[in-house]
Structure formats: C-alpha cells, structure tokens
C-alpha cells in the first residue's frame, strides 16, 4: 500500500524499513509534521502514517480524503489527536498501535522515581565538577512508602509490580478493577484518597475531556506536603502552573514528567541553540526537584519493533480486508468522555 509517513526520525525509517521487508508496503518518509501546509505531501497515497504530535481537525481530514487517502495508521495507542468524529464522516479509517512495550513506560517511571528520591541527576553534575558533598542529596527508602496508581490498565499495572518489589504499599484509582492488582495486594480508593494517601502518585491513565487537568490545584490541595508526582502518560493529565504553585509551596516535593501539556512544539526537536519561548516550562526547569524528559518512555529498541511491526501489520491487514482488528471507531472515542 502507497504510504507516507509523516513526523519521522531516523529511527523510525530504521524501524519501519526493516519490519516492511516482510509488507512490502510502497513507504515515503518525511520528516516534517503533518500540519495545514504540509498535507499537499499526502496527495495520492492511499495511507498516511502520524505521530503524536500531528493533529487531525475537520479541514485536515477533508484535504486528506480529497488527497484520495483512505487510511490513517496511527504509530501510537492513544488517538487524542484526530478528530474521529470527522473520520468517520468521510469514511476514513483511524487504526493504531494498541500496545507496543507496557514494560518499557513502566520502567521509565521508576527510572524517574528513583532519580528524585536519590537526586541522581544532581549527584552526577556534582561529581563531573569534582564535588563530592553530599549535602542535600538525601533520599528515603521506598520500602515502605504508600504509591497511588492513577490508571491500573496493563501499564499501570506492571509499574504497581514493580513498586510492589521495593516493598511499597499500592493503592489504586480506576474505573475499573483489575484483578492482576488485586492479586498483588492494591487496595482501590476514591481518587480523593489516593491524593490524600500516597507519598507517591503516578499517572498511567488516558488523556480524555473528563482526565483533563486531573492533578490541579484542589487535587495537589489534599496531597500530603512534599508528595512526588509522576507522570509518563499524557502532560494535559496535570495542571502546569497549579503544580510550579504546589512546587513553591512544598506540596509537591518531586515532580518527575517525561509528558508536558504544551510539548508538541518542543518535544522530539533540537532546540539546544534557539531561546525556548515557553515560559512556564522555562519555570518548571528552575527547580532542583523536577525532572524533566522529553517523552522518551516509550523508546526501546523493542517498542519500536513492535510499533513498526503492528503499524504495518495494521496496513496490511485493511489493504487485505478492507477493515483492521486495531481499528478506532467513533464509539471508543464517545465511551471516553
């Protein structure tokens, strides 16, 4: 199948061309995002292929249905950013990759977890200077300590077995139980209490109207003074500026983000040399005890096989067929809400 794929890297053209050389799917890759005046590029293939930080509003969708696309592959599970409801009334089909390595954003969140509470990445500025004090380097021991599971799917919960190795305490909040965690000992809460419980809160949930903003400042309100706060999933889970306040305010004692709110026009670039205008992330670097990651928790050297892998089989399968098991239909995105 013609296919192009936007927003790429030189690890995702790795990735993809060694997967198709079982497809043998027809790929153009281009590195620019596809936006309002790139979506001339898309013109005459029948399937695009977007990251994250490509967004599909009614006008985009239009012009690519005009172009004569009639798949979009997402390479992501989530799918916030396209509107399917436009999707659907032009008859184009949004697939994704449900699930590509749990294990590897699990992990990244207790790389951060352990990277506050030790201060590894000031221990490691200080050593390269030849300062070996380890004034305010003071950790605790997580054993012990009370970790709130925001979101307990197959992400949240390999990061509750995780912590459950280190001797923590798990406490749970979700729509639905999940037996794996019960099995392991979580205790489900209203998300009140878990606020209110936890030295430790993690979000692992998906971004929706109702989620939006989910941490603000009447949740970080009930949070015990000096809290750590994870966040590996999506940055609009967490209200910037109430968390720089509960920062200042010591509610927050650690803050760890590979997500941020407004990241799409940051994130995946070098900006090294130019003066980042965003000035509320510009504050949340400030502080000694925030860790900031530029939404690198998914990237393994095995999610991106199975990304490039799925996405294709994806293609494969509605080229074959017409349709896809891993198609999103408008009903997911109303069930969200």
């Known amino acids: 199948m013609k296919t192009a794929f936007f927003n790429t890297k030189s690890y995702d053209r790795q990735s993809f061309n060694t997967a198709n050389k079982q497809h043998q799917h027809e790929i153009i890759f281009f590195e620019c995002h596809l ?13 695009v292929c ?46 994704r990759v449900p699930a590509y390595s749990p294990y590897a954003v699990a992990e ?7 990277s ?34 925001i979101g307990t799917g ?10 459950r190795g280190f001797g923590c305490k798990l406490i749970g909040y979700d729509a639905y139980q999940n037996s ?39 949740a970080i309100a009930q949070m015990k003074t000096g809290t750590m706060l994870i966040n590996t999933s999506r940055g609009g889970l967490i209200d910037t500026q109430a968390a720089i306040d509960g920062l200042k305010s010591g509610a927050i004692g650690y ?7 407004q990241e799409a026009d940051l994130f995946f670039e070098d900006l090294s040399n130019e003066v980042i205008q965003d000035d509320t992330f510009q504050r949340l670097l400030t502080f000694p005890n925030v860790i900031v ?36 239909k408008i009903e997911q995105a109303i069930a969200s809400k």
Not at 55 to 77: F, H, P, V
Not at 128 to 140: A, C, P, T, V, Y
């Open 35 to 47: 936006s309002h005046e790139t979506v001339s590029l898309a013109a005459g293939y029948s399937a």
């Open 50 to 95: 977007i990251f994250i930080n490509d967004y599909l509003d009614t006008e985009m969708l239009e012009k690519l249905a005009q172009g004569g696309t009639k798949l979009i592959a997402l390479r992501s599970a989530g799918f916030n950013h396209v509107d399917l409801a436009a999707a659907s009334h032009l008859g184009l089909a949004i697939v």
């Open 108 to 114: 990244h969140a207790v790389a951060l977890i352990l």
């Open 116 to 149: 506050l509470n030790r201060k590894v990445h000031r221990a490691y500025n200080r050593v390269r200077e030849g300062n070996f004090s380890i004034e305010g380097l003071l950790g605790f021991d997580l054993h012990g300590a009370t970790v709130g599971v």
């Open 154 to 163: 197959r992400i949240g919960a390999i990061f509750a077995q995780i912590m």
């Open 180 to 218: 794996a965690c019960l099995e392991m000992g979580m205790t489900y809460v209203q998300i009140s209490e878990l606020f209110a419980q936890s030295d430790i809160i993690s979000l692992h949930c998906p971004l929706t109207p109702d989620s939006h903003h989910l941490v603000n400042a009447e």
């Open 255 to 261: 803050l760890g983000i590979d997500v941020y709110e």
């Open 293 to 328: 990651t530029g939404h690198q928790a998914f990237f393994t050297s095995h999610a991106l096989a199975n990304i490039a892998e799925t996405t294709l089989a994806n293609i494969t399968e509605f080229e074959q067929s017409g349709s896809c098991l891993n198609e999103v």
